[in-house]
T-cell receptor, first 113, second 118 residues
Framework: KNQVEQSPQSLIILEGKNCTLQCNYTVSPFSNLRWYKQDTGRGPVSLTIMTFSENTKSNGRYTATLDADTKQSSLHITASQLSDSASYICVVSSNNAGNMLTFGGGTRLMVKP | GAVVSQHPSWVICKSGTSVKIECRSLDFQATTMFWYRQFPKQSLMLMATSNEGSKATYEQGVEKDKFLINHASLTLSTLTVTSAHPEDSSFYIC??????????????FGPGTRLTVT
């Protein structure tokens, strides 16, 4: 069964600090892994998308890593801002006929001043 | 590019009534659209997949007669919640796939519709 597990479930950090969110998956066959940011009451917005051959990808203060061997990914947020408070969802796409997505449960990040 | 809109953004309806939610791809043709629901503090759960011009494929446990999906054009899909009950209150999100675009396997999400059934 395809699964995506994220940790921690929730996280509180102070503004300006860095943090790292984790994602482990058991999705096969693997196509790509995405990180989304979802603000409360809004739809998910794509941060990064990585294929099998990509180890790291950055989008501003967001840096995602992917280890396809261990089936792990991380999202590192640098110099956090209050606006980073949101849920971060790891989503893995399967390389099957429908390219279906398997969603992680998300990490709820709160950045405090 | 690749913008998906939803309307309305929020709706309150009485129990027993029906509510229609629209999902539009604004600048691309979406041959496939997806409908998700999301409960508080939970992740998105896929309800159904709809391809333009054909019947939607529903996930296990989703009642097709209750959640009517129509995908009559390449830019519009609608979700109608029939005979709504308070337990249908949720955040409904659509996404669209641009098969003809630069990233054909990417799903672009709409902003969501908050449904409250009283």
């Amino acid at each position: 069964k395809n699964q995506v597990e994220q940790s921690p479930q929730s996280l509180i950090i102070l503004e300006g600090k860095n943090c790292t969110l984790q994602c482990n998956y058991t999705v096969s066959p693997f196509s790509n892994l995405r990180w989304y940011k979802q603000d409360t009451g809004r739809g998910p917005v794509s941060l990064t998308i990585m294929t099998f051959s990509e180890n790291t990808k950055s989008n501003g203060r967001y840096t995602a890593t992917l280890d396809a061997d261990t089936k792990q990914s991380s999202l590192h947020i640098t110099a956090s801002q209050l606006s980073d408070s949101a849920s971060y969802i790891c989503v893995v796409s399967s390389n099957n006929a429908g390219n279906m997505l398997t969603f992680g449960g998300g990490t709820r990040l709160m950045v405090k001043p | 590019g690749a913008v998906v809109s939803q309307h309305p953004s929020w709706v309150i309806c009485k129990s027993g009534t029906s509510v229609k939610i629209e999902c539009r791809s604004l600048d691309f043709q979406a041959t496939t659209m997806f409908w998700y629901r999301q409960f508080p503090k939970q992740s998105l759960m896929l309800m159904a997949t709809s391809n333009e011009g054909s019947k939607a494929t529903y996930e296990q446990g989703v009642e097709k007669d209750k959640f009517l999906i129509n995908h009559a054009s390449l830019t519009l899909s609608t979700l109608t919640v029939t005979s709504a009950h308070p337990e249908d209150s949720s955040f409904y999100i659509c996404s669209a796939r641009d098969w003809g675009g630069m990233r054909p396997y990417e799903q672009y999400f709409g902003p969501g519709t908050r449904l409250t059934v009283t």
